[in-house]
């Protein structure tokens, strides 16, 4: 991967944004792509809801969607103390919680915090690892009492953990976010790629950067209701399988998922099965490295959920393989990205696309 795209990749991560506060994140994404489209053709609607579209040479409508939201925490109490709660917004584990480095985005700023644990030493029973609901989590800033931590912090300030963004060995990197940003970057890449291509996709196309999709209220369905696309094209993580799985348990449940061998195309329930047949033949001539999991339908995908809305809206899925999910060191290979980004390419570009919608 060029040093431009892990800039970029390395820029989305470390942009903070729980689901619900995507406006940071919004603008820069519509500042990356203002570089490629006319800036009439790149709006933030009121939910912070990017939306990108390029003209193609039919009718029909493809829409593509990465939602940019991350899981996140939001203040709900402070106590006599100066002791800080929270809770989740969207989904969490409370048993990777403890002694956490977080960050709390208040209406002044960054105030950096931390989730208190009892002394090592003090444990009575090495069993006892000090886990936490998540409404017990400790939340310090340093300073007590109410008076002095509330004229810092208030309730509803939204929480995050400390964003991070490392490198671990060949095309492998960790961090907090790549759930959906992976997705983003793959949106933006390939958005260059067709412009810069010099050939019209074969449907016009809706790109979108969709808003809380973590709290399973995502604010992509009123603009499928707006532009009624014939196909909907959900760019998201899914379950790599290949760690920590030393009883095929986990590659059981979720289909063998390696990171480096591709992007995924999901096959089943709700997944229209024409266009599966269209992104295995393209990726065959093209030598796109791509995997298989399976839909088993109502899997939470914005694709899916969509695929009742008008009437009717076909829909695929593209997941990126991702170990760790849905927590700070989510970990992705880079090839897997580009291998999503040349499909999507190709795939809005096939001659017999019309066909399919």
């Not at 009718?59 to 203040?75: C, L, Q, R």
């Not at 996709?201 to 014939?230: H, I, W």
């Not at 060191?329 to 001659?351: C, G, P, S």
């Amino acid at each position: 991967m060029r040093n431009r795209q892990i800039k970029l990749l390395e820029q989305l991560i470390r942009i903070p944004n729980p689901s619900g506060y995507e406006e940071q994140i919004a603008k820069f994404i519509q500042e990356q792509l203002i570089e490629y489209l006319p800036k009439k053709n790149v709006t933030i609607d009121f939910q912070n809801n990017v939306i990108a579209t390029i003209e193609g040479t039919t009718d029909k409508t493809i829409m593509i969607d990465a939602h940019s939201d991350e899981i996140g925490f939001i203040v709900n109490n402070i106590s006599a103390e100066g002791i800080i709660s929270i809770n989740y917004i969207g989904g969490g584990d409370s048993t990777i919680l403890s002694a956490r480095d977080l960050v709390i985005l208040t209406d002044k700023g960054k105030i950096n915090a931390v989730v208190d644990r009892k002394h090592a030493h003090l444990v009575d029973d090495e069993d006892d690892e000090n886990i936490y609901s998540i409404t017990e989590a400790p939340v310090d800033i340093g300073i007590r009492k109410k008076k002095q931590v509330e004229k810092l912090v208030k309730i509803g300030d939204p929480v995050v953990y400390r964003p991070s963004f490392n490198h671990l060995v060949g095309d492998f990197y960790s961090g907090y976010g790549f759930d959906d940003k992976a997705g983003c970057f793959i949106l933006i890449e390939a958005i260059r790629e067709i412009v810069t291509s010099g050939k019209k996709p074969n449907a016009n196309l809706v790109f979108v950067f969709s808003s809380q999709e973590e709290t399973g209220a995502t604010k992509a369905r009123p603009l499928v209701r707006k532009y009624k696309p014939d196909m909907f094209i959900e760019v998201d993580v899914t379950f790599a399988t290949d760690y920590l799985d030393f009883n095929g348990s986990m590659e059981r449940e979720a289909g063998r998922c390696h990171l480096g061998k591709g992007i995924v195309i999901y096959r089943g329930c709700d997944i229209d099965k024409e266009s599966v047949k269209a992104l295995n033949a393209i990726a065959i001539k093209n030598k796109i490295k791509i995997q298989y999991q399976a839909s088993t339908g109502g899997i939470g995908y914005n694709s899916t959920e969509m695929a009742g809305e008008n009437m009717g809206v076909r829909a695929l899925i593209l997941g990126i393989p991702l170990r760790n999910m849905h927590t700070p060191v989510e970990t992705i290979n880079t090839v897997d990205l580009n291998e999503a980004v040349k499909l999507l390419k190709h795939f809005v570009q096939y001659q017999k696309l019309e066909k399919l919608l």
